[in-house]
């Protein structure tokens, strides 16, 4: 079946560093892919999404590219910010005649610290 | 911003006991879920809702589990006989399509502990 691999915490950083968060998926058919964040307190929200092969998805300075030879859409975001402390998910849905329900990885949590 | 509501954010229950979780999704939407994690695991389908009907739900939603909406904008999640392995935190959601094309917005969680 359908699953999501990614990158386990958690993980801290100094304000202005490099991230790359790993997300591997496995797949029968096309997937859109999905990264999702939640701040504490809240509820998950859509960071980005792509719906092919070698789309990028791109929002608040984070950016993730689908690549289907290595089945992968890793996060990345080059100077990250005290406000980007959240805990990460990738997902993915839907295959060759569609679903309905988001596979989800376990999740990241990441600190960024001043 | 219209956001998906949920309550109780947090219930402790005892083994064997009902509980429902309630769940407000934003208005417009079409299509409901329930989502739950396990501490430290993933985050798991339980079941999709569209058209007073289920429409998809995982081997984990067996009989003790049930959804309705029974006043057009509540959506509740009822666990008839809960037990240890039911603790987990539950996420309700909500689409105006289906989540392989577009976006599902998620409350906050309802974390559910049962001793």
């Known amino acids: 079946g359908n699953s999501v691999t990614q990158m386990e915490g958690p993980v801290t950083l100094s304000e202005e560093a490099f991230l790359t968060i790993n997300c591997t998926y496995t797949?029968?058919?096309?997937?859109?892919l999905f990264w999702y964040v939640q701040y504490p307190g809240e509820g998950l929200q859509l960071l980005l999404k792509?719906?092919?092969?070698?789309d990028k998805g791109s929002n608040k300075g984070f950016e993730a590219t689908y690549r289907k030879e290595t089945t992968s859409f890793h996060l990345e975001k080059g100077s990250v910010q005290v406000s980007d402390s959240a805990v990460y998910f990738c997902?993915?849905?839907?295959?060759?005649?569609?679903?309905?329900?988001?596979?989800f990885g376990k999740g990241m949590k990441l600190t960024v610290n001043p | 911003e219209p956001e998906v509501t949920q309550t109780p954010s947090h219930q402790v229950t005892q083994m064997g006991q009902e509980v429902i979780l309630r769940c407000v999704p934003i208005s417009n939407h079409l299509y409901f879920y329930w989502y739950r994690q396990i501490l430290g695991q993933k985050v798991e389908f339980l079941v999709s809702f569209y058209n007073n009907e289920i429409s998809e739900k995982s081997e984990i939603f067996d009989d003790q589990f049930s959804v309705e909406r029974p006043d057009g904008s509540n959506f509740t999640l009822k666990i008839r006989s809960t037990k240890l392995e039911d603790s987990a935190m539950y996420f309700c959601a909500s689409s105006e399509t289906i989540s392989a094309a577009g976006e599902l917005f998620f409350g906050e969680g309802s974390r559910l502990t049962v001793l």
């Open positions: 997902a993915l849905s839907g295959t060759q005649g569609g679903s309905e329900k988001l596979v």
């Open positions: 792509a719906t092919k092969a070698d």
């Open positions: 797949a029968t058919g096309y997937p859109s």
